[in-house]
C-alpha cells in the first residue's frame, strides 16, 4: 500500500454488465495541481454476446494497437481483467511489466453501494470488500464481478492502493418521496429497501462537462441525462443534484437493457413461476432467486430478439418483427422516462437546459438518437429540433460535449462522450484523503 502519498500513476476499472473498460494514467504535476496524462487504454466488450472482443491502445506508439480482436476464451469481468493485465506485461506488446508495476492506485467502478455509498468514494479495506459482497444480490451483475475483480488487483498488484468508487453515491441527494417505495416503512428501513439508482459516475461526469459547455455552475445546472448502455438509466438532475432516476433498489428497475427486463408488473413474477393451474402456489426461494435471475439475465434485448447487442438489433436488414419490437419497446419506455422528468423538472423549478445522450447507444447511434427525437416533436418550440448533419456527423475532434439540435427550442439536445474511467482519476486527484 502506498498511502498518504500523491498518486504517481493510477489504473482505472469499470466492470459493466456488458464490458470491462481500464484505463491508465501517468500523473504529471502542472503549478497547481496534479493532472492524468492518458498513458493506455482497453476494453473487452460483447462478454454477454460472445465472442469478446479485445480492444487495447497505448498512446502514441500505434503499432502496438489491438482493435476488437475476438477472444474465445474470456467470459467473464475478471477474466477479461486477468487477460488485459497479462497482455500489459508482455514486453512485445509495447508496455511491459515496469508500467504496470509502478501503478500507485487502482480505481474501481463498484455500482451497489447500499448505505456506505452515501459516503462516496473508500480506501478499500476488508469491511469494505465484505460490503461490497454483502451487496451482490443488489446488483447480481456488477458488484460480484467487481468484488472478484478487487480482489484480483489485490494479489497481482500488491503496491497499489485500491479504492472503490459507487455508481450510487451520485444519488444521495434523493428526496425522501422519491426514494420511498410505498410499502410497510419498518420493513422498508430494516432490510434498507429504497431507490439508490446508479450510473452515477457517469452522470457526475456528463453534469460536470455540460454545465462546462453551456458556461454555467454545476449548482444551476438543471438537465435529463440518458445513460444508454447494456445497462440504461435516465436521470433528472436538478440544479446539479440528482433529483430522479429510473434505476431503484437494483438495477433492474427502469428501462430495459440487453438482458435486463427493466420494469414490469412485480405480480408478473409469481405468474411467470407458477404453472398453469398453480396460480396460488406458495413459491420458493430457490424458485424466486431463479425468476430474478431470468429478469437481471436472460430478459431484454436478449430475450426479444436473440442477442443483447443493440448496434447489431438496429442493423436487421431487412427488420424483423422482433427487431422492430424491441426497437419500439425500448423507444417507448425512454419516451415516458423523458416526458414524466421534464414535467417534474419543469413543474419545479421552471427549467431544464438540456437533454443530454450517453452510453454506448447514447453515443454510438446517431439513428436512435434521432428516433427519440423525432418522438418529442410534439413539443417543438419548448425542445430543439434536430440537426440532422450535426447528429450523423457526431464528435468533431476532442469534443467531450456537442450538440445536435437546431437551436430553436429552449431545451437543447446534447451527446457527452462519457468517461466513467477518467472521472474516478479525477475524483481521486481531487480528494487527498483517498491517497
Ligand atoms: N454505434 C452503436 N450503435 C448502436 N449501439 C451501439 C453502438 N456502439 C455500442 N452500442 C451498444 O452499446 C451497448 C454497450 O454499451 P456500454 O455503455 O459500452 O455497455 P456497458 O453497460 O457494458 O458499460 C451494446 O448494446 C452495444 O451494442
Ligand atoms: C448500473 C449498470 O447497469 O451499469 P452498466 O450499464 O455499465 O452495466
Ligand atoms: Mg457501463
Known amino acids: 500500500m502506498s498511502g498518504e502519498a500523491e498518486p504517481k500513476s493510477i489504473l482505472s476499472i469499470n466492470a459493466g454488465s456488458s464490458s470491462l473498460k481500464i484505463k491508465l494514467f501517468d500523473i504529471v504535476r502542472n ?33 502496438y494497437d489491438v482493435e476488437a480482436q475476438e477472444i474465445e476464451n474470456v467470459h467473464t469481468s475478471v477474466e477479461a481483467f486477468n487477460h488485459i493485465l497479462k497482455h500489459s506485461r508482455n514486453d512485445d506488446n ?7 508495476d509502478h501503478i500507485t492506485h487502482i480505481c474501481h467502478r463498484v455500482v451497489h453501494g447500499g448505505e456506505i455509498g452515501d459516503r462516496g468514494p473508500l480506501v478499500v479495506n476488508n469491511r469494505v470488500i465484505k460490503e ?25 498488484l500488491p503496491e497499489a492502493r485500491n479504492i472503490a468508487f459507487f455508481d450510487s453515491s451520485f444519488h444521495s441527494t434523493l428526496p425522501d418521496f422519491i426514494r420511498t417505495y410505498p410499502i410497510d416503512q419498518k420493513v422498508a428501513k430494516e432490510k434498507k429497501l429504497r431507490k439508490y439508482g446508479f450510473h452515477g459516475l457517469s452522470y457526475s461526469w456528463v453534469l460536470k462537462n455540460v454545465a462546462k459547455f453551456l458556461g454555467k455552475e454545476k449548482e444551476e445546472t438543471s438537465i435529463i441525462a440518458l445513460h444508454l448502455g447494456s445497462g440504461a438509466s435516465i436521470c433528472a438532475i ?15 428497475e427502469g428501462l430495459p437493457g440487453g438482458s435486463r427486463s427493466g420494469t414490469v408488473d412485480p405480480s408478473l413474477i409469481f405468474h411467470y413461476s407458477s404453472r398453469p393451474g398453480e396460480k396460488d402456489k406458495v413459491l420458493s426461494s430457490v424458485e424466486l432467486s431463479h425468476a430474478e435471475n431470468i429478469l437481471n439475465s436472460g430478459s431484454g434485448f436478449k430475450a426479444l430478439v436473440g442477442t443483447s447487442d443493440f448496434s447489431e438489433i438496429l ?86 460535449v456537442y450538440p445536435i439540435g437546431d437551436g430553436e427550442g429552449k431545451i437543447k439536445f446534447l451527446v457527452c462522450e462519457t468517461d466513467e474511467e477518467l472521472q474516478m482519476v479525477e475524483e481521486c486527484l481531487s480528494t487527498k484523503k483517498l491517497w
Not at 476494453?43 to 500505434?62: C, E, Y
Not at 447480481?140 to 478487487?150: F, R, V
Open 31 to 63: 503549478d497547481k495541481a496534479p493532472v492524468p496524462k492518458l498513458i493506455l487504454k482497453s476494453t473487452i466488450s460483447k462478454l454477454t454476446s460472445p465472442s469478446a472482443k479485445f480492444t487495447f491502445k497505448i498512446v502514441d506508439k500505434k503499432e
Open 132 to 156: 461490497v459482497e454483502e451487496l451482490a444480490t443488489l446488483a447480481p451483475l456488477h458488484n460480484g464481478p467487481a468484488e472478484s475483480i478487487l480482489k484480483e488487483a489485490i494479489r497481482a
Open 94 to 100: 509495447g508496455f511491459g511489466n515496469k508500467r504496470v
Open 315 to 400: 442493423a436487421t436488414d431487412p427488420p424483423t418483427h422482433e427487431s422492430e419490437l424491441t426497437v419500439n419497446i425500448y423507444l417507448d419506455r425512454i419516451l415516458g422516462f423523458l416526458g414524466s422528468y421534464w414535467l417534474k423538472l419543469k413543474g419545479g423549478t421552471g427549467g431544464v437546459d438540456a437533454i443530454v445522450f450517453s452510453g454506448g447507444i447514447g453515443e454510438g447511434s446517431s439513428e436512435f438518437r434521432k428516433m427519440i427525437i423525432d418522438g418529442l416533436a410534439g413539443l417543438n418550440g419548448e425542445f430543439d429540433g434536430l440537426d440532422n448533419e450535426r447528429n450523423k456527423k457526431g464528435s468533431e475532434g476532442n469534443e467531450v
Open 238 to 252: 436538478k440544479n446539479g443534484k440528482s433529483y430522479d432516476t429510473s434505476m431503484g433498489l437494483t438495477p433492474l
